[in-house]
């Protein structure tokens, strides 16, 4: 355990075959990372997944969050939360992870979609898929130049690409 860094588990879901995928952050203040991790049934790390059972994603402007994610029936594995674009500002965040822990290259952005809501802080802390394959991120999205937040939500396609059709450009 270290005194140093810290590394925090925000949550969880079990795979058919039994395997336990969970997401949080580790690291430390400025630079913590977006982190998931994959456990066997009998609670040890998977060394098929990532780097000795444990993949970590870091941000470019600071520090990345994770807060929910689903396992989809292909194996692979969304994540929902934010990354830093700048210390105060964060935006909505969607990775999709192959079945062995690593970016999937054909979703968004390289594996990510980031959306900033607003120019302020933007958290998306759940996640859902429905029958169609549409990816929804719902979560809090601070006001520009105020203390209060408000409802946001993101709509996109399986690929990664936002729904036009869904509130503004696929951000309600």
């Not at 990372?33 to 790390?45: A, E, F, I, K, R």
């Amino acid at each position: 355990v270290s005194t140093s860094s810290m590394h925090n588990a925000q949550c969880a879901a079990v795979r058919e075959t039994g395997e336990i995928v969970f997401a949080g952050v580790s690291g430390s203040a400025g630079s913590f990372n977006m982190t998931v991790g994959q456990l066997l049934p009998d609670g040890s790390l998977d060394s098929s997944f990532g780097t000795g059972g444990v993949s970590a994603f870091p941000s470019a402007g600071g520090s990345s969050f994770a807060y929910d994610l689903e396992v989809l029936a292909d194996g692979k594995v969304l994540v929902c939360g934010a990354v830093s674009l700048t210390a105060a500002n964060t935006a909505f965040a969607v990775w999709r992870l192959l079945p062995d822990g690593t970016l999937d290259a054909t979703f968004a952005d390289g594996g990510v979609l980031v959306v900033d809501v607003d120019e302020s802080e933007d958290y998306a802390r759940d996640l859902w898929v429905d029958e169609t394959g549409q990816i929804t991120a719902a979560g809090a999205s601070k006001q520009p130049e105020s203390t209060f937040y408000r409802s946001a939500l993101i709509r996109c396609d399986a690929d990664g690409t936002l729904t036009p059709g869904f509130g503004t450009a696929g951000v309600q």
